[in-house]
T-cell receptor, first 112, second 117 residues
Framework: DVAMTQSPVYLPVTPGEPASISCRSS???????????LEWYLQKPGQSPQVLIY???YRASGVPDRFSGSGSGTDFTLKISRVEAEDVGVYYC?????????FGQGTRVDFK | QLQESGPGLVKPSETLSLTCTVS????????WGWIRQCPGGGLEYIGN???????DYNPSLKSRVSISVDTSKNQFSLKLTSVTATDTALYYC?????????????WGQGALITVSS
């Protein structure tokens, strides 16, 4: 299986300030079709996960533009330009290049 | 919308059965998946089924998992046999976005399954 490792595990943030989460995969997530199958999900407290980013850098429909994804191969980053109150929760990276899909262990984002 | 349904309590060694009802759209043409979240919080992908019936299972669960689809009812189902306490989790059903992206774009609210005698 492709192992996904996130850092940090806990990220204290300040409203209005930027935040960044890293994700590393044990294998390249570049598919032969040219797409990179790295996704970011946010699980808000008491809710199901919701997709933020797919193909490493494409924002899903309805996702605010303060969220951005970058990276290639095995190293990826999710950035929030200015954290808002609704952004607290657990962020997961996930890969879809190889079956079975796997996810990182999660990064808890909360206000200081 | 997706909604999971099933018994909240399953006895050890028995079979866990869950159904996901899809509303507001057709089940046709998409892949549909099951994901579980153990008490520790991590997400584990169980497997998926295409509306046409093709399945793909996580090898770690493959010997115990079966996913089926009933397009007439707009439902798909999960069966997990010989359950143990380690199968206690919040079980989500979700839709895969169409090719080529396949990300999980719609999720159910989750069904808490406890394995206990």
């Amino acid at each position: 299986d492709v192992a996904m490792t996130q850092s940090p595990v806990y990220l204290p943030v300040t409203p209005g300030e930027p935040a960044s989460i890293s994700c590393r995969s044990s294998q390249s997530l570049l598919h032969s079709n040219g797409n990179t199958y790295l996704e970011w999900y946010l699980q808000k407290p008491g809710q199901s996960p919701q997709v933020l980013i797919y193909f490493a850098s494409y924002r899903a429909s309805g996702v605010p533009d303060r969220f951005s994804g970058s990276g290639s191969g095995t190293d990826f980053t999710l950035k929030i330009s200015r954290v808002e109150a609704e952004d607290v929760g657990v962020y997961y990276c996930g890969q879809g290049v190889q079956s079975p899909r796997t996810f990182g262990q999660g990064t808890r984002v909360d206000f200081k | 919308q997706l909604q999971e349904s099933g018994p909240g309590l399953v006895k050890p060694s028995e079979t866990l059965s869950l159904t996901c009802t899809v509303s507001g759209g057709s089940i046709g043409g998409y892949h549909w998946g099951w994901i579980r979240q153990c008490p520790g919080g991590g997400l584990e992908y169980i497997g998926n089924i295409h509306s046409g019936g093709n399945t793909d299972y996580n090898p770690s669960l493959k010997s115990r998992v079966s996913i089926s689809v009933d397009t007439s009812k707009n439902q798909f189902s999960l069966k997990l046999t010989s359950v143990t306490a380690t199968d206690t989790a919040l079980y989500y059903c979700a839709r895969h976005q169409a090719a080529p992206s396949y990300y999980l774009d719609y999720w159910g609210q989750g069904a808490l399954i406890t394995v206990s005698s």
